[in-house]
């Protein structure tokens, strides 16, 4: 199943694995994600060797602003590389993509001369391809989770192939009809985007507010134009104004903006970004000064843009990121001198290793494994001590030592040690940022990715990584405060282009499938919930009851899931509109009645501020005691709404079950007017998604609907008639009122 030449067969007469070792090109899939480490794959990859893409001279490059990356110039060229992919069953790029883009897809539909078709899949996965594709650290997403990569071979240039699909493809023009809402973006940089990409293609009125005077956040501000060319984008700006979002520069705003009540907005998606730069300390420097980067790199390309003299000097750059090489390779395109100082191994550094390679045959100086231990003013210099770090692994703290590593005079020095969120968006914003991580991962053998067993890249291990990424990719799509969510670095700190749009995207895509009384846009009401049964069995009677309640709920929704507790993670709760949560009651006499350990634990870690209403249900031998408070107020401390309770004994009649069904109806079904009601009904709306268990709205909507056919108001009888029917079968499932003759 995992092999892409489909090298391996099994025998089913003799139930033994044959292989064709003809068609076997040593891709390993096989190896990485067999259960029982069973195969051993020997022999070099047989893979075509991997296009070199050009890259501009660096005499060349330090002469101006142009790009100094070059993208693959012929359509033969591109196949070529194309043509490099296995079209793996297990596409673990696809894993390793933030935005979880179908590179198969894409690279199918290429490999067919499709490019519209190519621009179209990427179209459906992301909103800036041509943004993405030149500033994506692909090493370790996309390209560092290929098959080739993971079996120690070049991966498939992913990003290059991208790049030229979305640069020689116009992507799929779109006028949707208006579905109603309004939403406010707080934020033109990729987050926002993403965000605004998403909703008015689906016809929603977006409008985003950018505090700076051009558009584009820090697409704009932060990365050198010899990276990101400005008219990419202002190609993807235009794109978006003729999908009808609507921009407005030069409006910052604040926390307490958020605080004050409006109806104007149906959502606000909060894209600021982690503005607050991370300072240098170390003894003296309080004297001295720093720059901070995003400042250096605006005003050096507006220098250079200007045609201004060059400024010969000789700046230290604190850090050695991608921020600290741009600010770096700016300063040698004004003819100064850059030096970046980086406490980390260079073994375990951050840096692009493209950049990094770049940067140095640009003439900048890196030094490794040191920090500023003092600095000082010595005339119109800057004297600055530089002591040696250790650091022994990936992941650890470097530690900073006494013994002196070099000793520099400088002109300037500029702090490029990266950006923390602000303490007002953290504190409006409900804690944020929040921590990325992989959660308790179950072992790799019971997992469909051989990402998981990838070998690490620059001491990180790609599989974990993107497994946290998307464990925080989902919690964003829970709001922070009602109706407000927050995306992008504001939400997990300093991250990636790409990272920032999938979070955009995914608040969007949820605020779009939102259903029943909880969703925020007015369109959305009319879908019925979503609906999440958890559930903690320890003999089994919960889980029956549990999966009996789905059952019974499944005639109302579309989209009921029914899992057990010990399976769900807080981020499958966010996509829920009605959560259903059901344990047994446990401890008898003196010791009390309590919920079942299992269920406290997860009603105590739901998510703040939940949206979905909460359902509780325990079963009892017995006695339920106190129990059913005890999880009532566990919910209720995370700030979501209790919509019933209900405790079932052994001899519980049927009609609690059916009570406790239309309280859940009455909280998360729609409340709209019943001529709103019967009117989408008689448009097609189906009547028991719409209605819900809600047995006196439903006799309220059959009443409603014989009197329009008694006065002659029913333009279709058949339909109409259908519909009672259909109707009045739900009911029955209810057992509510009679069905009508």
């Known amino acids: 199943m995992r092999c892409p030449t489909e090298a391996i ?57 142009d790009e100094v990356r070059g993208g693959f110039g012929t359509l033969a060229e591109v196949l070529a590389e194309a043509n490099r992919c296995l079209e793996c069953p297990d596409p673990t790029c696809v894993r390793g993509c933030p935005t979880h883009n179908d590179i198969p897809a ?35 997403q996309c390209e560092g989770s290929c098959s080739w990569r993971l079996a120690g071979e070049r991966p498939v240039a992913i990003h290059a192939i991208e790049r030229y699909i979305a640069d020689h493809a116009e992507p799929p023009r779109v006028a949707p009809a208006r579905q109603g809402g309004r939403v406010l973006v707080v934020g033109s940089g990729p987050a926002g985007l993403g965000a605004a990409d998403v909703l008015s293609r689906a016809g929603v009125e977006v409008h985003v507010v950018e505090a700076q005077e051009e558009l584009g956040g820090l697409l704009r501000n932060g990365i050198p134009r010899f990276t990101l060319p400005a008219a990419v984008v202002d190609r993807v700006i235009e794109r978006l104004r003729e999908q009808g979002v609507a921009f407005e520069t030069g409006r910052p705003v604040l926390p307490e903006d958020l605080e004050r ?42 220098a250079i843009a200007a045609g201004a003299p060059p400024a010969r000097e000789r700046v230290l750059v604190v850090g050695a990121g991608n921020t600290a090489m741009d600010v770096a390779r700016l ?19 951050l840096v692009r290793p493209d950049e990094l390679h770049e940067a140095l045959a640009e003439g900048v100086e890196v030094r490794f494994g040191v920090t500023v231990g003092r600095v000082e003013r010595a005339d119109s210099a800057v004297r600055v001590t530089l002591v040696r770090t250790k650091q022994e692994r990936a992941g650890e703290r470097p530690r900073v030592t006494n013994e ?167 981020e499958n709760v966010v996509d829920a509109d009605l959560l259903v949560a059901a344990g047994w009651v446990d401890g008898l006499g003196v010791a009390g009645q309590r919920p079942s350990p299992v269920l406290r ?26 129990a059913l408070q005890e999880a009532a107020s566990l919910v209720q401390e995370r700030g979501a709404h209790v919509a019933a309770c209900v405790a079932l004994g052994p001899r519980e009649r049927a009609d609690t079950l059916q009570e406790f069904l239309v309280a859940l109806g009455e909280a998360a079904w729609s409340d709209l007017p019943i001529e709103a009601v019967v009117s989408e009904i008689l448009a097609g709306a189906e009547p028991g998604w719409l209605i819900g268990p809600r047995p006196r709205l439903a006799r309220a909507v059959l009443t409603t609907i014989a009197e329009l056919r008694d006065r002659g108001r029913l333009h279709n009888e058949r339909i109409a008639a259908e519909q009672l029917l259909n109707i009045a079968e739900e009911l029955r499932l209810l057992r509510a009122v009679p069905i009508p003759s």
């Open 331 to 349: 300063v040698r395109r004004r003819g100064g001198e850059a030096i970046c100082v980086d406490w980390m191994d260079r073994r375990f550094s």
């Open 601 to 626: 634990t997860f009603l105590a870690a739901l998510p703040r501020n939940l949206r979905a209403p909460v359902g509780v249900v325990l079963t009892y031998a017995i006695d339920p005691g106190a």
């Open 404 to 570: 002196v590593a070099e000793e520099l005079v400088v002109d300037r020095v500029v702090a490029a040690l990266g950006f923390r969120v602000e303490d007002r968006w953290s504190a409006a914003l409900g804690g944020v940022p929040i921590r990325k991580d992989s959660g308790n991962l179950p072992d790799r053998h019971w997992l469909a990715s051989g990402l998981l067993r990838a070998p690490l890249l620059r001491g990180i291990d790609v599989g974990q990584l993107a497994w946290a990424r998307d464990r925080a990719r989902r919690v964003a799509a829970g709001w922070r405060a009602p109706r407000r969510w927050a995306v992008g670095d504001v939400f997990v700190g300093p991250s990636t282009v790409v990272e920032a749009t999938a979070h955009g995207r995914r608040v969007a895509e949820e605020l779009l499938a939102m259903g029943g009384r909880g969703a925020v846009l007015p369109k959305g009401r009319l879908a019925a919930p979503r609906v999440l049964v958890a559930y903690d069995s320890k003999g089994g009677n919960t889980r029956a009851v549990a999966e009996a309640l789905a059952a019974q709920l499944a005639a109302f929704s579309p989209s009921v899931r029914c899992l057990p507790i010990d399976q769900l993670a807080a």
């Open 106 to 140: 894409f690279v199918e539909q290429l490999r067919q001369g499709d490019l519209a078709g190519a621009r179209d899949v990427l179209a459906e996965h992301t909103s800036l391809p041509e943004i993405c594709s030149r500033v994506c650290d692909a090493a370790i």
């Open 9 to 65: 067969e099994l025998d089913v007469d003799r139930y033994v694995v044959v292989v064709d070792e003809d068609r076997c090109v040593a891709c390993h899939q096989c190896e990485r994600v067999c259960p029982f480490d069973a195969i051993v794959v020997e022999g070099a990859p047989q893979v075509a060797p991997a296009l070199e893409l050009p890259q501009l001279d660096p005499e060349v490059a330090l002469a101006g602003l």
């Open 261 to 302: 009540p409006s109806q104007q907005w149906d959502a606000v998606i909060v894209a600021v970004g982690a503005g607050e730069p991370l300072p240098v300390r170390a003894e003296g420097i309080g004297d001295v000064g720093t720059s901070a980067a995003l400042d250096e790199i605006r005003a050096s390309q507006a």
